[in-house]
């Protein structure tokens, strides 16, 4: 039975600069709906004070629904989203990525479309077009021709740090996925397609956070995420 309607994983790695900031719009966000819901910090081995801050707003918040996941040793995103999921007691189970550069107010919409009967609700970003933005937009649009090519995709976005899914639906997946970093998502979201989840996707804004220190490097991040698509698409499409 589910404890909650909704599960918020929140993967933590390095995230000093924002996190206060960004705990106190999510909790707010949260507090206006009529759901019951929980929020689970899962902390990868940050090198900043990123666990302090954890601990304290856990201390601040006896109240809430607040709990962590510390991992001993840096696992990668998608590990801290899989161990977030597999701890979770919502009906309803997502991650957001905690520097909101996609808005905590969409927050109520994913969820409404899980609600309507979607098995999954990802969003699709919209970038803020800015000169800084170019080499991303123009990987990210090389990603997505490649994606569909070697895999079959349907969807526009399969990166999006925002994706919440029905807890019963995703759990079995869970245990198929192979990728522990930031190849995850394009996994998950090419197992929903195996599987015939119901998927949504959400057109979301995108809007770099200025005060955010991205971990994200772009020339051998690019490199890394093609040589796993390369090796996924052939196991996927031979299975």
């Given at each position: 039975?589910?404890?909650?309607?909704?599960?918020l994983?929140l993967?933590c790695?390095?995230?000093?600069?924002i996190f206060?900031a960004?705990v106190?719009r999510i909790i707010k966000?949260?507090s206006q709906t009529d759901?019951?819901?929980?929020?689970?910090?899962v902390?990868d081995?940050s090198?900043d004070?990123t666990v302090a801050?954890?601990a304290?707003?856990?201390?601040?918040n006896?109240r809430l629904?607040l709990?962590?996941?510390?991992?001993q040793?840096?696992?990668?995103?998608?590990?801290t989203?899989?161990?977030?999921f597999k701890?979770a007691?919502g009906?309803?189970?997502g991650?957001?990525d905690?520097?909101?550069?996609?808005g905590?107010?969409?927050?109520?919409?994913?969820i409404?479309e899980?609600e309507?009967g979607?098995?999954?609700?990802?969003?699709?970003r919209?970038?803020?077009?800015a000169f800084?933005?170019?080499?991303r937009?123009?990987?990210?649009?090389?990603y997505?021709?490649l994606r569909?090519?070697?895999?079959g995709?349907p969807?526009q976005?399969?990166e999006?740090?925002?994706k919440?899914?029905?807890?019963?639906k995703?759990?079995?997946l869970?245990k198929?996925?192979k990728?522990k970093g930031?190849?995850f998502?394009t996994?998950i979201?090419?197992?929903?397609?195996?599987?015939?989840?119901r998927?949504?996707?959400?057109?979301?804004?995108f809007?770099?956070?200025?005060?955010k220190?991205?971990t994200?490097?772009?020339?051998p991040?690019?490199?890394?995420?093609l040589?796993?698509?390369?090796?996924f698409?052939?196991k996927?499409?031979?299975?």
């Open positions: 039975m589910d404890k909650y309607d909704v599960s994983v993967p790695y390095n995230e000093s600069e206060n960004s106190k966000t949260l759901y019951t819901w929980e929020i689970i910090f902390e081995k090198r004070n801050l954890i304290k707003v856990l201390g601040k006896p629904n709990s962590a996941v510390y991992h040793r840096n696992l990668g995103r998608g590990k989203v899989v161990d977030g701890k007691q009906k309803y189970v991650f957001i905690i520097d909101l550069e996609t905590e107010w969409y927050l109520p919409k994913f409404s899980l309507a979607a098995d999954a609700a990802v969003a699709w919209i970038y803020d077009f800084w933005s170019l080499p937009w123009l990987a990210t649009k090389g997505v021709w569909k090519k070697l895999l995709l969807y976005d399969t999006g740090g925002y919440f899914f029905k807890r019963k995703i759990l079995p869970l198929k996925v990728n930031w190849f998502d996994e979201m090419a197992l929903c397609f195996k599987h015939k989840l998927v949504k996707e959400i057109p979301v804004a809007v770099r956070n200025p005060q220190t991205s994200v490097r772009l020339v991040d690019t490199i890394n995420y040589w796993n698509l390369i090796k698409s052939w996927f499409n031979h299975e």
